[in-house]
């Protein structure tokens, strides 16, 4: 322990330049730490945010022009698609969709809302209620929560849809973005109602809620074979895909992010070099009393690693709980919520910062070490 207690008597001796080196770890492991933090949390907030959303197949026409009246298509889904999907998919659920856009007028306000013609029954298959119920009647309808906070919409309120006019009998609880319907700025009416304010009898599109996740590449290879045995019909998709594309791209951006927390681990790892190479040169008569005295290479080589090791120690303790305190303010600037910092896949990168920190410390103090292990006795003492 000799060789530990003159390492830490050389980091006393030189306090500053060994405060110099351990602030610079400190910011290295702060840097890595926070941008995997950010990272970690972003891949988990649009997880939480689409996660809902990864268990459709969506079927849409293959070719579509504008229509006349609304943001549609002329190609559409027609009722004997529908029921060779309804047949191949079942017991999963097939939700026929009309899906449009049209003036709203709610009071003195005029807007274009999005509008979704749904069966009534299946409403609940695509959206959650936060509060009413679900339109009894062809002339109610439910309000995305976008929508409704935005023109003070509430249970009761009467909204006129091009030339007809609707009474809202619930407003939707927030959804965020979805591949398949986006609600929170729309108006969701029955589908008969839908289908007799703009003369349209087909389908826009329609969504399976695939049940169980692991059949929903058998559910697309059973509509595939049906519909587009002989010609192309419809396109199909699954929003697990796309997910799961988002998924590695966000997790790809947060590997960057924390790459480039990783260059100022590197500046700092030179700044442990050149700290202890200046030991090793100002030591070097000290080496040579040593050596001299029968002290083995590899002891001198672990004095200076010793050393490395305490500065990096250091800095990475005190850089991981400043990464904590750092993550938890990035994340609740960025994100608004900071719960995602408490998840262990965030977390881990508080520790994973400090190795790296500490790895890339003992491995600047490597060179030095061996450095000052192999001067030569004879010239060391000489040395003035």
């Not at 996660?51 to 022009?65: A, E, K, M, Q, R």
């Not at 939707?172 to 729309?186: C, R, S, Y």
């Not at 960025?334 to 508080?350: G, K, R, V, W």
């Not at 920190?357 to 061996?370: K, N």
């Amino acid at each position: 322990m000799i060789f530990f207690e003159i390492s830490k008597r050389n980091i006393r001796l030189n306090w500053l330049r060994s405060l110099l080196a351990v602030a610079g770890i400190v910011i290295g492991v702060i840097a890595i730490s926070s941008m995997g933090i950010l990272g970690s949390s972003l891949t988990l907030s649009v997880t939480d945010s689409l996660s809902t959303v990864g268990d459709s197949v969506i079927v849409i026409p293959v070719v579509g022009s504008p229509g006349q009246n609304m943001v549609t298509t002329e190609a559409r889904i027609t009722d004997r698609q529908l029921q060779q999907i309804i047949r191949v998919v079942a017991p999963n659920d097939a939700v026929p969709i009309y899906a449009g856009a049209d003036r709203i007028e709610i009071g003195p306000d005029k807007t274009v809302a999005a509008l979704y013609g749904i069966r009534p029954e299946q409403i609940p298959l695509m959206v959650d209620i936060a509060d009413g119920i679900v339109p009894r009647s062809t002339s109610g309808a439910l309000a995305g929560a976008s929508l409704a906070d935005e023109y003070d919409l509430k249970t009761g309120s009467r909204v006129r849809v091009g030339n007809e006019t609707v009474r809202i009998t619930g407003i939707l609880e927030e959804q965020g973005m979805g591949f398949d319907i986006n609600p929170d700025n729309a108006l969701i009416v029955s589908d008969r109602w839908y289908s007799a304010a703009y003369d349209q009898d087909n389908y826009d599109q329609v969504i399976v809620k695939v049940r169980d996740i692991n059949d929903i590449d058998a559910v697309k290879l059973a509509i595939e074979r049906t519909l587009n045995r002989r010609e192309d019909e419809v396109t199909i998709y699954d929003t697990r895909m796309i997910l799961e594309m988002i998924i590695e791209t966000f997790n790809q951006i947060s590997l960057f992010t924390t790459a480039i927390g990783g260059i100022s681990l590197l500046v700092a790892g030179v700044s442990i070099f050149n700290v202890q190479m200046m030991s090793v040169t100002e030591r070097i008569k000290e080496i040579g009393i040593i050596r001299s005295i029968g002290t083995k290479r590899f002891e001198v080589m672990r004095m200076y690693l010793y050393e490395a090791f305490i500065l990096g120690l250091l800095g990475s303790c005190i850089g991981g709980v400043l990464s904590f305190a750092g993550g938890y303010i990035v994340v609740s600037i960025m994100l608004q919520d900071a719960s995602y910092l408490f998840y262990p896949e965030t977390l881990f990168y508080i520790p994973y910062g400090m190795s790296i920190g500490l790895l890339v410390t003992l491995i600047s103090g490597l060179y030095p070490a061996w450095k000052a292990a192999n001067l030569n006795p004879i010239e060391a003492l000489r040395f003035e």
